[in-house]
């Protein structure tokens, strides 16, 4: 099973940037696609985008295509979520997991803690 902890979220005013950080325990992280999901009050958890093991794949939701961008970093244990343009919509707790390619789904219903997101208009 692989740890996750989430951070990098804020307060950003509409239009700004954040950057968001998922670290990983365990040595076999990068055997694993990742992938960022977020939750919005009152809504059910959504996909976000998506990293395949290497690197050299994504995937994304239609509403982020174009404005946010993942990565990861296989040395580190680290995959990142560069969030450009940022909307009201986009105001979230945000999550990381390791993720089934075909299908979008989480592989594991174990989440961390989540690191929250609020973009002001």
């Known amino acids: 099973q692989v740890h996750l902890v989430e951070s990098g979220g804020g307060l950003v005013q509409a239009g700004g940037s954040l950057r968001l950080s998922c670290a990983a325990s365990g040595r076999i992280f990068n055997i694993y696609a990742m992938g960022w999901f977020r939750r919005a009050p009152g809504e059910e958890r959504e996909f976000v985008a998506a990293v395949k093991p290497t690197g050299t794949s994504t995937a994304y939701a239609d509403s982020v295509k174009g404005r946010f961008t993942i990565s990861r970093d296989n040395g580190k244990n680290t995959v990142y979520l560069q969030m450009n343009s940022l909307k009201p919509e986009d105001t979230a707790v945000y999550y990381c997991?390791?993720?089934?390619?075909?299908?979008?789904?989480?592989?594991?219903?174990?989440w961390g803690q989540g690191t929250q997101v609020t973009v002001s208009s």
């Open positions: 997991n390791t993720i089934t390619w075909a299908t979008g789904s989480p592989r594991e219903d174990v």
